[in-house]
């Protein structure tokens, strides 16, 4: 092959081109560069619509956790390379942000290639996301235990031992896992959700390539259907049992339940206060049983849950928001409302008054060889602590909760989330200082 | 457990319930039921988004076919069980008539349950597309060549041999074909699409229900970005290569290019004349190996693909949409686009003049135990003859694509679409009169 002839440019590509922040690739001026853009609306789609939205990459908390829950979602869970140092860490986090910074504000990874003539070098940006505006995109980045050292991992490898959080450990054994270790743990964590998949598939490719020779993919899950409600404005949606989830959670309104139960504030912890204005992410791999579920009676669906399906109110009475009353007794002095069922373990007022901050979504992962869905629920949870936050309840609900005999955890995670990047740092910056 | 309170019934399920179609379940009058919604926009949705959106089930041919591509699908290969009779068969077909009927108006598979009072039967609908309006759900039914038996699959099980179309034979083995078993082939196919996923999952989730006892999944997958325009609306999407994809590809809006190339005729073939207005759909589940074409450079992808990576232009120059000239010649003779080209080998001038309608999506399946990305394209394709129309494209590609490089056929399936369901009948009927 000899030269390739300069493509014509899309007036999208010009615009893109023409925005600020143009990489800067070896040896090729920002100018001549061509910037994806993701930038302007098909012609399906409003200016004004959500596909137009987004966040802010840089705060003083990293979006993606009070932000209102965007519908699809691919988490990615990566480990260190063995040979990579403490300074290939440190570089893996500043590219990571740069790269965030870019894709959540609409823009590529990188750049795609120079603007005319051919270009012997890969492209920064894989480009699928081209004509694509951001959906909301949020980028989310969290580090495991494993990272910090100790736990049967070994050595020390980044010299972060005396860092770790004391929350930050292993999650227990709970009564029922089935866990697979192909499905659990990591050194590091990203979250990227948008409401189109291409663009939140798009961000996590980039940020994986990125990392190539320093972090590799570990495990990798995809989610289309937000099972819980962030912010009022959110109608509660359904998971795959066919009920509406999450109409107790916490939503980003309530600012000062948010303080209490999912920011982890300073002095809580002193040898990780770079965790100040953090949090702590659970994520839990819950297949469901679904055939079963579906052969059981409606009867028995709204009793294990404890509200009704179609409306989702507490089958104590009232309505989807009615608070549930655990002392109202129906025929035979039975209660209306088992004391293990869902809502029954789940209810703050039987776990010290905790409340979780949920973002889960739904998955399917085609059918395993008998013809069954391999379906259910990816369940995330942004906490303050999950020694007060996660383990008491799921401990309680391992052992208790009607729902277990439909649903089986296959997959765990905690990861110490830092707080935002603010100004020109890069995230978990405070890790290192 | 004893009584169970009714629970309070929401706006959108009562209006649901007032609509028609209330299923007739066993024993309780359709006006007792409670019949899912999905009726009416969420609040983020306005009620003329294409969230509400809805196509006729029934028609001259299938929808889903010339449909402008909905944004994700859900596709399922079934195999009949082993005890099934051919009259299982034209029940399994009238059941999920009807089923998709009533979904693809937005309504759920059947009803929920009593509108009060508890319910000791599973419901007919499992209920997680409640509250969501069909965002231009199609549900597309097709027949696999073991359906009518001989190829090895034993005897005529269903009394189906003599009417099997000469067309409907397996595909043959292609050079480089890494073909799964348990990604190839069925008795029977679903394509359901929508632009929410959750509603094209719940579509197959609710008739492999419909099915037990009589058929079982055998494979399925999701996509999620549409990777070509079947509408002159529609712009050009992207694939998982970061390239524009089905350019070329045949449009709704061109009808008699449609009859030529999609549907088949009266005449087409004596023992299968059911199949007039039908068509046969191609499905083909290509691996791409992300990691070394992300590695590749720019000049590479461009010269494999044929066209400007940004812009899509054909790189004899021109934009998006103009012709590639094979003739145009660069610096030392060498034309410019390479016959092997992606471009060159699939343009209708080299292949007698066949076009696709194609329909395929992206998808992403996690990751491998090697941190690779598990992805690519899950190739659609719908064609009036397979022997004409796919077969000898698909044999010069695996020859001679520059492409085959990158990709991987993993997964493979065949399956003749029946005519469009018309009056009161039901879809295939036509192969059992």
């Not at 995109?137 to 959080?165: H, Q, V, Y």
């Amino acid at each position: 092959m000899t030269a390739v002839q300069p493509g014509g440019l899309s007036r999208r590509g010009l615009l893109a081109a023409s925005g600020a922040g143009a990489a800067a690739a070896g040896g090729l001026s920002a100018a001549m560069m061509l910037t994806p853009g993701h930038a302007g609306a098909t012609p399906e789609q409003a200016a004004d619509s959500p596909a137009e939205r987004r966040y802010d990459f840089r705060g003083e908390h990293q979006a993606g956790i009070t932000t209102p829950a965007q519908d699809r979602m691919h988490f990615a869970a990566f480990d260190m390379d063995p040979r990579a140092s403490r300074e290939d860490l440190v570089a893996l986090l500043q590219d990571w942000t740069s790269a965030a910074e870019r894709m959540t504000d609409g823009r590529g990874a990188g750049s795609l290639g120079p603007l005319s003539g051919p270009y012997d070098a890969p492209p920064d940006d894989t480009g699928e996301a081209i004509d694509l505006p951001p959906a909301g995109l949020t980028i989310t980045f969290g580090f495991g235990s494993s990272l910090f050292g100790g736990e049967g991992s070994g050595k020390d490898r980044f010299g972060l031992a005396a860092r770790r959080p004391a929350a930050l450990e292993r999650l227990p054994h709970f009564p029922g896992d089935n866990l697979r270790q192909q499905l659990s743990d990591g050194d590091l964590c990203i979250q990227a959700c948008s409401d189109d998949p291409q663009v939140a598939v798009h961000a996590v490719r980039n940020l994986t390539r990125i990392a190539m020779g320093r972090a590799h993919l570990r495990w990798s899950q995809l989610g289309f259907g937000r099972t819980s409600s962030t912010s009022d404005a959110q109608s509660t949606p359904r998971n795959l049992f066919g009920f509406k989830d999450g109409t107790m959670g916490l939503r980003g309104e309530e600012t000062d339940a948010i303080d209490e139960h999912v920011w982890v504030s300073s002095g809580a912890d002193p040898r990780a206060e770079w965790m100040t204005g953090g949090s702590y992410l659970v994520a839990r791999k819950i297949a469901m049983r679904i055939e079963p579920w579906d052969r059981s009676s409606l009867r028995e669906q709204e009793r294990v849950v404890g509200r009704t399906k179609a409306e989702g109110a507490p089958l104590s009475g009232g309505t989807e928001f009615s608070q549930p009353d655990f002392a109202v007794k129906g025929r035979g002095g039975q209660p209306m409302l088992a004391l293990g069922s869902h809502v029954g373990i789940a209810h703050p007022s039987h776990n010290d008054g905790v409340r979780l901050l949920r973002r889960g979504y739904n998955y399917v992962d085609g059918n395993d060889e008998m013809g069954r869905l391999a379906a259910g629920l990816f369940f995330i949870a942004f906490v303050t602590d999950p020694r007060t936050h996660y383990i008491p309840m799921q401990t309680k609900m391992s052992r208790d909760d009607l729902m277990q005999e439909y649903v089986q955890h296959v997959g765990s995670g905690l990861f110490a989330v830092p707080p935002g990047a603010q100004g020109d740092r890069y995230v978990g910056q405070g890790l290192f200082a």
